[in-house]
């Protein structure tokens, strides 16, 4: 048999790793060992097969293979490569083990951009935000010229943390340092706007873009329905088609949600249905769950339950906990109760299930019921998720929970807010006691609902920011709806137009109304 030499080998074994072979590609490493002591594994060699265990994530199995690897890289000697540190970063980091990957990157020790690339894009993977900022920071400290996979990432990280000031640095750095900007890159940065609540700027990088892809439409499309604007994502949707780009699952996802939070069932239900005729695409999990949702929440409760039964899944307890929102929100006690039941079972420990029961009967003033709910809950030791809200303002998140007084300028905070509100009583804001859960006298739920921490949160902005600038604030949880009604009034009231990223969509208050037409 001929002597095969290291390119042979390394070719063998990427093509073996590439087609997710990994059993075959790690016999072969073991064969190359073998044969001989002039053909040892090379920088070429490793990246080649921790790529292919990247791909499989993080099993047991692979998580031992990729530590003997990295034994293996260290006894070749090639810890400080580069190429093969970066590959054992991108390997750890795809398994969630961003410990692992620092070692790694610690071991390069280098200058070198495509380590520092796959550092920081590892803590973004793992959702360690912080850690990537900082790393980029340092990045920069170092003189290191950032790769367009490192704008990608921190972009990604901004938005994720709605931190719009930085983003908009970040990319005043890519402009300045003259980076060439990739599709992948752009559509990250449009993300990172709409992520922040800037529509406006999302759609010039959309249109600034002479390379849009179909990632670049679903980008848009779904940017245009989290913010409200469903005939523009339709209008996208249109033009995609038109430029021959082919529609994927992703865009009629964002397309569907898009019609969802704009409460048009009836196009939806056009859409979905003919999903798999015009489009042939099958609908996944996530577009009967979004067409549940759209159902629930525009009333047709029964006609949500028809679609869970009727899909070719299972359903899980989220999309039941969608459909008991609905019940909450349209009082339906009968099927709230049933499904509430149901819930308890499936996920004891989940404590919204509770939260929305006895919400809605503290909603029809059945404050026993809702309080024996409340108890069960506090028996079974379930903790429920604090409400916070946050504001960027300057170069700091400043955070509220719900009647928070820790904030430095906590008193000059709840004078705001009560002279806010009595403003806005006298322009007809009348507090929804509905939403104040607990049993307590009437006077007591109206103030339990002023001290709110998204309410909070705009008394703080309207204080901080220039006089009628545009405020934005997030919210872990969904809006309520007193606070939904508060705002609209603010709003009018401050001539200030207010963006709220809650978890569920964006809510564009501007003279008295908001661009989810009361519908979320
Ligand atoms: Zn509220
Ligand atoms: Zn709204």
């Given at each position: 048999m001929p002597r095969r030499n290291a390119v042979t080998w390394n070719a063998l074994i990427k093509g073996y790793a590439q087609a997710g072979r990994r059993e075959e590609a790690i016999l072969l490493f073991r064969d190359m060992k073998r044969e001989g002591s002039d053909i040892a594994p090379d920088r070429y060699t490793f990246p080649a097969l921790l790529s292919g265990i990247a791909r499989e994530g993080g099993s047991g199995c692979t998580q031992e293979l990729g530590g003997a690897l990295h034994a293996h890289v260290i006894k070749a000697g090639l810890e400080k490569d580069p190429f093969v540190g970066a590959s054992l970063v991108s390997m750890y980091a795809a398994r969630g083990t961003v410990k692992d990957a620092k070692v790694a990157f610690d071991q390069v020790g280098?200058?070198?951009?495509i380590v520092w690339s796959s550092m920081i894009s590892a803590y973004a993977n793992c959702e360690e935000e912080e850690a990537a900022l900082l790393a980029f920071f340092n990045m920069l400290c170092q003189d290191i010229k950032p790769t367009q996979f490192v704008y990608s990432s921190v972009f990604s990280v901004c938005g994720r943390m709605s931190k719009l000031e930085m983003g908009k640095q970040v990319h005043g750095h890519s402009l300045k340092s003259n980076t060439e900007e990739d599709a992948a890159m752009l559509n990250a940065l449009l993300s990172m706007y709409s992520d922040c609540g800037c529509i406006n700027d999302a759609q010039k990088v959309f249109s600034s873009n002479d390379n849009v892809n179909v990632v670049s439409y679903n980008s848009m499309i779904s940017a245009l329905g989290q913010h409200g604007y469903p005939k523009e994502a339709v209008e996208h949707f249109r033009q995609m088609k038109l430029a021959g780009l082919m529609p994927d699952e992703v865009t009629l996802l964002s397309l569907l949600s898009a019609f969802n939070h704009a409460g048009l069932v009836h196009e939806g239900l056009q859409i979905f249905n003919s999903m798999v005729d015009i489009e042939g695409i099958k609908p996944t999990y996530q577009h009967y769950a979004c067409i549940v949702d759209m159902l629930a929440r525009s009333g047709l409760i029964g006609e949500a339950i028809k679609t869970i039964n009727g899909m070719p899944f299972e359903a899980e307890a989220p999309l039941w906990r969608i459909v008991l929102g609905a019940c909450n929100k349209h009082l339906d006690i009968d099927t709230g109760k049933h499904i509430a039941e149901m819930l308890f079972e499936m996920e004891p420990y989940e404590a919204t299930n509770y939260i929305l029961l006895s919400n809605l009967y503290a909603r029809l003033g059945k404050w026993t019921e809702a309080e024996k709910v409340r108890n069960l809950m506090d028996g079974r030791g379930v903790d429920k998720d604090d409400a916070f809200s946050w504001i960027e303002m300057g170069q700091r998140t400043h955070i509220f929970g719900v009647d928070d007084r820790s904030h430095p300028i906590s008193r000059e905070i709840y004078r705001n807010l009560d002279s806010l509100i009595s403003n806005i009583k006298v322009a007809g804001y009348v507090p929804d006691i509905s939403f104040a859960a607990h049993n307590i006298q009437r006077d007591r739920k109206e103030e339990s609902l002023y001290y709110h921490c998204e309410k909070l949160a705009f008394a703080f902005g309207d204080l901080a920011a220039p006089s009628g600038s545009t405020i934005r604030i997030m919210k872990n949880l969904r809006v309520c709806g007193d606070c939904h009604c508060a705002y609209k009034y603010f709003s009018l009231v401050t001539g200030r137009e207010i963006i709220l990223r809650d978890n569920q969509r964006f809510h564009h208050f501007n003279r008295g109304s908001c661009s989810c037409g009361d519908y979320w």
């Open positions: 280098s200058l070198d951009p």
